[in-house]
Structure formats: C-alpha cells, structure tokens
C-alpha cells in the first residue's frame, strides 16, 4: 500500500498536468490569439474585393498585350531597308547596283576558292560569305563610320547655329555658314536641312 499510494499521486498529478497543458497552455501561450489571426487573413473575400481582383488581371492582362504589340510593332521598325541603310553609310547606290556587286564578290570567292582547293563544299560556303556576309559587314562598318563622324562635327554646327542667332542671324542663313564650313557628312545632311 506504501507504494500504491506515491503511484496514485503520480497518475493524478500527471492527469491535472495534462488537463492543464490542453486547457490552459493555448491561452497562456497565444496559440488561440495566432490561430484567430490565421481564420481572419483565410476568411473568404467580399464579392467587391474579388471584382476588384479580377478587374487588376484584366488591365494587367490589357497592359501586357499592349507591351507584347509596341515590341513586335519595334521589331518591324528595326529592320532598315537596304535603301535606307545605304543612304547612311553615306552610298549613293542603288539597291540593285548592291546586289549586283554582292553578286561578283560571291561568285569570284567561290572561284577562287574552288580554283585553289577543289572542294565545292568549303567553295560553296566561302562564296556564300563573301557574297552575303562581306557586303553587308563592309555598309555596317561604313554607316558607323559615317555616324562618328556626324557626331564629332555637331557640337561645333550646334555652336555655330547659336551664335549665329544670338548675333541675330536667322536660323536659315546659320544653317548655310554651317554647310559652308562644316565637314562632309554634317555638311550633306544639313544641305538637305536647307533644300527641303
């Protein structure tokens, strides 16, 4: 009986414990604050905030098709037509005059090269690049070219077009002194300024 008697204080001690740790932990804890705080953030949306969710997907929606055209619409604009791009690299070919030298640039490399190697392959492909590659490389490097130096001589042609208006120049009669004086690619364009 001695020892049934310590046992029982055990197991009654244990079952208090326990209906403690149930009952009273949670609220001492903040477990029942918490888990009121995660009902309140998962209750179900009122039907206006719900509309006004989907009205932000549907502009969303709208405002990304918008961006999606405005880069295909720049995509197509970014191709410069052959007559365009010769014009800025300063040539005054036509497109047909390109292609026809395009054309002897390709052929010649290809019988030059299937006269030296004999393999129509490794000619066939050093054809295609000279005839395709090369010209287009040589307009690019041209129409940079031709751009540095546009922009090596405008500071001075802008200089030059504001103290002409500040002596009180027109602006017309300041745009010739700039042809008169300026180098050749500010030269050209702003005489076409002056033509139209």
Do not use: C, H
């Not at 055990?10 to 403690?20: D, N, Q, S, W, Y």
């Not at 990304?64 to 970014?78: D, N, Q, T, V």
């Not at 030059?112 to 492909?125: D, Y």
Request: charged share 25%; aromatic share 8%; proline share 6%.
């Amino acid at each position: 009986m001695n020892l049934q008697m310590p046992a029982l204080a055990f197991l009654a001690a244990t079952a208090v414990g326990g209906l403690a740790w149930v009952f009273i932990y949670p609220m001492l804890s903040g477990e029942k604050q918490a888990e009121a705080r995660r009902l309140s953030i998962a209750k179900p949306e009122p039907a206006a905030r719900r509309a006004d969710a989907k009205n932000q997907r549907s502009r969303r929606e709208q405002v990304e098709g918008s961006l999606k055209e405005l880069e295909a619409r720049r995509a197509k604009e970014s191709k410069v037509p052959l007559g365009t791009r010769l014009t800025q690299a300063g040539l005054s070919w036509s497109e047909q005059k390109f292609w026809m030298i395009s054309g002897v640039l390709g052929l010649a490399a290809f019988a030059g090269a299937f006269l030296a190697s004999g393999s129509l392959p490794g000619a066939a492909g050093l054809g295609f690049a000279a005839g395709f590659g090369l010209p287009r490389w040589i307009l690019s490097y041209l129409k940079k070219r031709r751009e540095a130096a546009f922009l090596k001589a405008l500071p001075d042609a802008v200089d030059i077009i504001v103290r002409g208006i500040k002596a009180g120049l027109p602006l017309f009669e300041s745009i010739k002194v700039v042809v008169a004086d300026a180098p050749e690619p500010l030269r050209g364009e702003f005489n076409a300024i002056i033509e139209t």
